[in-house]
């Protein structure tokens, strides 16, 4: 009988994936079209015959646009907080190089435009089982208060101690974020679990506005350090691309591999296939988990 019962699934896998390629042309699927392409609509494309590809495309807008609603409320069940804006009550920073010793601490410190993104390119390819992404991001603001305790350790090794200890007001923004790339994934169907195989993204900021206080007074030398941090953050993210991509990498892929633990080809397919009542494959967005934003804690 379990031969039988195997037998059975992959004939039905087989008829599955022959009627959803029979729907693509060159086997990519644009998850996110143009808004000015009609198939932004509704997935449904004559006498009521819904294509598959269509119904991958819907399904991925409407989760998108739930991602968004629920950012500010966050993901408990999945210990996620809220992200929009994102808070943190203390945030400890140190780094050490062959310059330079800091230890900064950041209090209330606070993450705005997570949720404020254009997604310029989402496709699927089933055959080379890869997305291919784009993420614009307008604005992320950074705020919130710290204090600092700096040694510059390049004068000390001249007999020159030079400390510096510091406080002041936060207030860093990257403006014209991009965040590109594509990812591999292995997608079992009977055995196994769904996971990323391979990830890269690239990272490029148009601007970057810095106007934290107390770095060295309110004068002009705090003018003048503010606009050498501005240029070296755009030139740190641009030129060191892979070096971004790595750390990227380490924080996101073993999270979602955690995540998609359990879940195989039948729970996506079934997912994708049977979320939904009829009228929300004719385009309806009704959803009745309402978000209630937790009020703010520093108000």
């Known amino acids: 009988m379990p031969i039988v019962l195997i037998m059975r699934l992959l004939v039905v896998l087989l008829a599955l994936t022959a009627v959803v390629l029979a729907e693509i042309e060159d086997y990519d699927i644009d998850l996110v079209p143009d808004e000015s392409s009609s198939e932004i609509d509704s997935p449904i494309k004559s006498a009521g015959q819904i ?22 409320c966050g993901f408990p069940d999945q210990g996620v907080p809220p992200l929009a804006p994102y808070r943190l009550e203390e945030l400890k920073y140190d780094l050490k190089t062959s310059l330079v010793e800091t230890i900064n601490d950041i209090f209330r410190f606070k993450v705005d435009g997570l ?6 390119k989402f496709t699927l390819n089933i055959i080379k089982r890869r997305v291919q992404f784009n993420f614009l991001f307008k604005k992320i603001r950074l705020t919130g208060k710290y204090n600092t305790n700096t040694l510059v350790k390049a004068l000390n090794d001249l007999g020159v101690n030079v400390r510096y200890e510091g406080q002041g007001d936060l207030d860093f923004s990257l403006e ?3 965040v590109s790339g594509n990812l591999k994934y292995k997608l079992p169907i009977l055995i196994g679990s769904a996971k990323i195989t391979e990830f890269y993204a690239t990272v490029e900021v148009g601007n970057c506005k810095s106007n934290i206080t107390g770095l060295a007074g309110e004068g002009k030398y705090n003018r003048f350090l503010n606009d050498k941090l501005e240029s070296s953050v755009v030139s ?3 030129d060191n691309k892979d070096g971004v991509s790595a750390k990227i990498e380490q924080a996101f892929v073993p999270r979602v591999n955690k995540a998609l633990k359990g879940t195989n080809f039948w729970d ?14 004719e385009g309806s967005d009704v959803d009745d988990d309402i978000c209630i934003p937790p009020p703010d804690p520093w108000a």
Request: overall charge positive; aromatic content about 12%; cysteine-free.
């Open 51 to 72: 294509q598959p590809r269509f119904i991958i495309s819907w399904q991925v807008r409407r989760q998108l646009k739930k991602l968004r609603k629920r950012m500010p």
């Open 115 to 120: 949720d404020n993104f254009k997604i310029k």
């Open 176 to 178: 014209k974020l991009q």
């Open 236 to 238: 740190g993210i641009n």
């Open 268 to 281: 996506i397919w079934d997912y994708i296939f049977n979320s939904g009542s009829k009228e929300e494959e």
